[in-house]
């Protein structure tokens, strides 16, 4: 299964943006998926999980302004509202336990 993160983009404090991660080459529909995020000079962090049954789990850091959910068994989605500066990274897929190769990732900048 290749992942191929797509949405990110420059948005200024307090805007909204929607990231999607799709699957190629076969598809994610029996595994929790994660949204992660890594920002220059930080390890890489779990923002978002959601289970194949819709449970979802947050960092305290985005909880209340980060939306994950999938719409498929090969589409993931993380909305995120309230962007602050510290939202700022390259933002990529996977499950938890890293099952598949990282995909390139979207790039997320919140600034004014």
């Not at 990529?92 to 900048?109: A, E, I, L």
Request: charged share 15%; with cysteine.
């Amino acid at each position: 299964v290749q992942l191929v993160e797509s949405g990110g983009g420059l948005v200024q404090p307090g805007g909204s943006l929607r990231l999607s991660c799709a699957a190629s080459g076969g598809h994610f529909g029996f595994y929790t998926m994660a949204w992660y995020r890594h920002a220059p000079g930080k390890q890489r962090e779990l923002v978002a999980a959601i289970t194949v049954g819709g449970i979802t789990n947050y960092a305290d850091s985005v909880k209340g302004r980060f939306t994950i959910s999938r719409d498929s068994a090969k589409n993931l989605n993380l909305q995120m509202n309230s962007l602050k500066p510290e939202d700022t990274a390259v933002y990529y897929c996977n499950t938890p336990s890293v099952t598949f190769n990282w995909g390139q990732g979207t790039q997320v900048t919140v600034s004014s």
